[in-house]
């Protein structure tokens, strides 16, 4: 009976010891993941704190007028050589494409590196299919070139670089002539708002600066990632991408 009884004790003082090794380690793992998330929390907010410190910059060095020749701030263009070629997430090279604001951003990692007047077609209820601007996530491809021009659409431009179809669909400057003359009309919706009544006819392709499409060109090579925003998207999408 006795030592029916140790045995007793003996099980209940190791099950008391397991509930509580067990306790201490699950604590343990609880605090780790608060001190965890507390150290993503000051990361995030000081990236957001940098990012928007870099946008209030560049806002204040656009240029003004808008210049369809001219880079599109009075900024140097960023050196991306290295990062290009980076495979981390928070430093590689990546593109932003806003319809609502006209605008392409050059970002790396969580930061807006540079900002870009552009010009391209809102995707409105009753766009024609070949008008629309694709809208998601694509990679510049290996197509590229100083100049073309298409005898069918009657409008030509320089420095284009394909992220879709092969030439298809490009970053590009404004539209120019056979002759080679800029097509003010269309070279003056550059960065502009723009309006179902008023929309871009660029064949789905995105339009810059002369100077801001041949920095693309020659600055980001093929695999760049690019992620092109329709109509009411307004959300960052690192906060999806850095997961």
Not at 35 to 54: G, I, P, R, T
Not at 178 to 184: A, C, K, S, Y
Request: hydrophobic share 35%.
């Amino acid at each position: 009976m006795k030592k029916s009884k140790w045995i007793h004790w003996l099980v209940a003082l190791c099950l008391v010891g397991l509930v509580g090794y067990s306790a201490f380690h699950v604590h343990r793992a609880e605090v780790k993941n608060e001190q965890k998330m507390a150290k993503q929390a000051k990361l995030d907010k000081a990236q957001k704190a940098k990012q928007k410190a870099l946008l209030a910059e560049q806002k204040k060095n656009m240029q003004v007028p808008i210049s369809w020749e001219k880079p599109s701030e009075l900024l140097a263009y960023p050196d991306v050589s290295k990062a290009v070629k980076s495979k981390n997430k928070a430093t590689k090279i990546w593109l932003l494409v806003s319809q609502d604001k006209q605008r392409v951003y050059v970002r790396q990692g969580p930061y807006t590196l540079y900002t870009m007047y552009a010009s391209m077609a809102k995707n409105y209820e009753g766009t024609k299919n070949y008008q629309e601007t694709p809208v998601g996530t694509f990679k510049l491809q290996a197509k590229r070139g100083d100049s073309y021009y298409d005898a069918t659409k009657g409008y030509g431009a320089k420095y284009w670089t394909s992220f879709l179809g092969n030439g298809a669909y490009r970053f590009e400057s404004v539209p120019f002539s056979e002759d080679g003359n800029v097509i003010l009309s269309q070279a003056k919706l550059l960065g502009q708002k723009v309006t179902k009544k008023k929309n871009v006819n660029a064949y789905g392709s995105i339009r810059l600066s002369v100077s801001d499409a041949k920095w693309i060109m020659e600055n980001l090579p093929k695999g760049t990632q690019v992620i092109i925003q329709g109509s009411g998207q307004k959300d960052d999408p690192w906060e999806t991408m850095k997961d």
